[in-house]
């Protein structure tokens, strides 16, 4: 899995046995699994200046653990299933890892070097933590059959991507559940509908190449500012076209570049973009972006150039994310 993941650990602690002393006289300090069965937990030791540095430290390596372990299965899988996808908004999505829902996690043991150094043992039931994630991969499972259900009875539109890329998402957060369970020797309940995440990204792809988008821009001859946001739009895989009257969206934009004068021998072009994404039929807008800014140049011509350049940029980093996340807003 390419993803990078986000420790972010909530886990109670219950302390079952504090030592205080020497660490050689501590026989978890040498073995963290000292006392305990492999099959049935995951230990691992922290060290901080504070108990608590020690503790935080100690799960953050026990997530460490588990991560490390996901990556291997998830790249096994891939190659099993032939599932590396090429670069696109789809496979760029990030998602939230899913060890923020650790469970089962505490800190059975402590103890203090003579150099007041803290040590903390972390030990993670495994079978505790099972029953956390398939619960959780159970909820997703059935709100992602409940999103693709839905979007397979919708017409082609951006509300029906914005299901899929809902489903995917969770279809992702499934994938780390999987690999997770399959670490902790833990089954999953699969339901019809939903296989993988690539399958969810398979049939999201699908929607968005359904679409297309007329551009309208008033005010650039130069065709600029229309390329920067077809870039933009074809990301998700949805064709734009500038003459195409049955688009069902259509993508307005009023664009003005006008001198604002000349300071101290160089001359300013200010110019200002209003832009709406409508649905064609209804005309209800879906999206409006506005950027403006003045830039100056020796020259008219050099700075009416760094004036379309600035707002080539802006499309490509503003609009362009506004756009994408326009896809991921939740849905009821």
Known sequence: MKKKLVFLIAFSICCFSVFCGSVGGVSWMSD????????????????GKTSTDADHNAALEIASILSQDIE???????????????????????????????????????????????????????????RNYSLLFNENESRINSLIALAEKKSASFEKCTMLV????LALENDEYKALLSILKASVRKIPLYENSSFVMQKAQSAFEELSVQIKVNGDSTGRLAAAFASSIHQTGISTN????????MLLCEASFVNDGVKEE??????????????????????????????????EHDAMQTALRDAESKIMDDFSQKFLTMFESPVN
């Open 32 to 47: 963290p699994y000292f006392g305990l069965s492999s099959e049935e937990y995951i230990a691992a030791i922290g060290s």
């Open 72 to 130: 291997a299965v998830s790249t096994l899988e891939q190659k099993a299933t032939n599932t590396d996808e090429e670069s696109s908004y789809l496979t760029n999505i990030q998602t939230t890892s899913a060890l923020k829902d650790l469970s089962g996690l505490s800190i059975t043991d402590r103890t203090t070097t003579k150099e007041g150094r803290f040590f903390s043992r972390a030990v993670l039931n495994k079978a505790d933590a099972a």
């Open 166 to 169: 809902n489903a995917y998402k």
């Open 242 to 249: 500038t003459n195409k009257e049955d688009s069902p969206y």
């Open 266 to 299: 160089t001359v300013f072009i200010r110019y200002n973009l209003d832009v709406r994404l409508i649905i064609r039929e209804s005309g209800k807008e879906v999206l409006s972006f506005s950027i403006n800014a003045r830039k100056g140049k020796l020259t």
